[in-house]
């Protein structure tokens, strides 16, 4: 359930989106602070050009300042909150929205969109398919300048282009170092497909 538009952001929330402040168990170091501003800038241009109201601009740009918080904390400590017993990579980001739904934040569709910012889920609403897209194409990342510029320059428009090609980019990735396949990534790349026909 999406939280209502007249209630109240709460104060985590607020301070993320509107003051650029994390919370104090955030573990996030410099260099990982800057890549984290990059994903916020994106989202903060595309939901100003999509016409967003300021409630949802500010919920955009908390989801790009919270989605990493805990991108740097110690692996155990996250295997706890997230109560998985996936791979080390994919535990930062449900660790968080554990961490943020305990401290009393109700907004499922910002708690989903950090929970599944890595992997894509096929239940992301608009939120989450935004910060996906900034995670991966925020211009600091080294690889495929090009090919992600051009992405880039698409957006926020062709939301479900840009998607596809994201998805594909990293499904082709798992599959050329015969990783394995998180099952809701596969969910998610089906609903998009499903989407278009
Ligand atoms: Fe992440
Ligand atoms: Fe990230």
Redesign the pocket.
């Known amino acids: 359930m999406s939280v209502s538009p007249g209630t109240a952001l709460h104060p985590l929330v607020q301070a993320a989106g509107r003051e650029g402040r994390l919370p104090e168990w955030a573990r996030c170091r410099s260099a990982r602070r800057e890549?984290?501003e990059r994903?916020t800038a994106l989202l903060s241009a595309w939901a100003e050009e999509l016409g967003l109201p300021e409630r949802d601009r500010v919920r955009w740009a908390a989801a790009g300042r919270l989605?990493?918080a805990l991108?740097d904390a110690d692996p155990e400590q996250l295997r706890e909150l997230a109560d998985s017993d996936g791979p080390d990579s994919l535990l930062h980001g449900p660790a968080c929205a554990a961490r943020l739904r305990a401290e009393g934040v109700e907004d499922e569709d910002l708690l989903r969109a950090i929970a599944c910012?890595t992997t894509g889920h096929p239940g992301l609403a608009d939120v989450g398919e935004y910060l996906y897209l900034a995670?991966f194409l925020e211009p600091g990342r080294p690889y495929l300048p090009e090919v992600r510029e051009r992405l880039r320059s698409i957006l926020p428009s062709e939301r479900r282009e840009a998607l596809l090609s994201v998805v594909g980019l990293r499904l082709a990735h798992r599959l050329e170092v015969r990783g394995s396949i998180h099952p809701e990534t596969v969910a998610f790349w089906n609903r998009l497909v499903e989407e278009g026909e």
């Open positions: 890549h984290v994903v989605h990493d991108r910012h995670d």
